[in-house]
């Protein structure tokens, strides 16, 4: 059974166009993230959610914006595309805050291309 | 506020030796400390961490760390490579001051010549 998963695993699509990235944890986790990755491996957070609770948003776009429908799922839709988006964009979970001494389970990645 | 520095983004080893790879940390309170790693097209997982106890922490597939608080580092090693440790190594601090976030480094790559 996939601990995180995530859907698709590739998404090439157009600039300026709007898509949607799928995230599910079957850990029972409270705590739920979304990294950015970019080309030289570099690891960004760009949001987390603690039982369905927005509790970082870091420096994004506001065309990013996550929704949490329940404490298994968060997603990540993106507006107007742009080329600087292209990324490997990573969904992970913890047990709960815990101040931070939890660790983090990571999806498999969905690989953005934007045209 | 924390950060992490990965000393070397790049380290190459040869099958049997000694892989060490640097990190060092900056936090304000006292810190949470992880490695990750990540193999080509995967997501990351967990090697070890420390939050409190015994400095020396071991992990998975014959890793270990040791936390510094007066160096300030975490630094992994394990004794003799294998080509299957091949990969990317993430260091991450947190803290109990910043709601959860993981600062990660920037990673460096290990690769293992035969």
């Known amino acids: 059974d996939t601990a995180v998963s995530q859907t698709p695993k590739y998404l090439v699509t157009q600039m300026g166009n709007d898509k949607s990235i799928k995230c599910e944890q079957n850990l029972g986790h409270d705590t739920m993230y979304w990294y950015k990755q970019d080309s030289k491996k570099f690891l960004k957070i760009m949001f987390s959610?603690?039982?369905?609770?927005?509790?970082i948003n870091e420096t994004v776009p506001n065309r990013f914006s996550p929704k949490s429908p329940d404490k298994a799922h968060l997603n990540l839709h993106i507006n107007s595309l742009e080329l600087g988006d292209s990324a490997v964009y990573f969904c992970?979970?913890?047990?709960?805050?815990?101040?931070?001494?939890?660790?983090?389970?990571f999806g498999p990645g969905t690989r953005l291309t934007v045209l | 506020a924390q950060s992490v520095t990965q000393l070397g983004s790049h380290v190459s080893v040869s099958e049997g030796a000694l892989v060490l790879l640097r990190c060092n940390y900056s936090?304000?309170?006292?810190?949470?400390l992880f490695w990750y790693v990540q193999y080509p097209n995967q997501g990351l997982q967990l090697l070890l961490k420390?939050?409190?106890?015994?400095?020396l922490v071991k992990g998975i597939n014959g890793f270990e760390a040791e936390f510094k608080k007066s160096e300030t580092s975490f630094h992994l090693t394990k004794p003799s490579a294998h080509m299957s440790d091949a990969a990317e190594y993430f260091c991450a601090v947190s803290a109990s001051t910043n709601a959860g976030k993981s600062t990660f480094g920037d990673g460096t790559t290990l690769t293992v010549k035969p």
């Open positions: 992970a979970s913890s047990q709960d805050l815990a101040g931070g001494s939890n660790e983090q389970f």
């Open positions: 420390y939050t409190t106890g015994a400095t």
């Open positions: 936090s304000s309170v006292p810190p949470y």
């Open positions: 959610y603690n039982n369905k609770e927005l509790i």
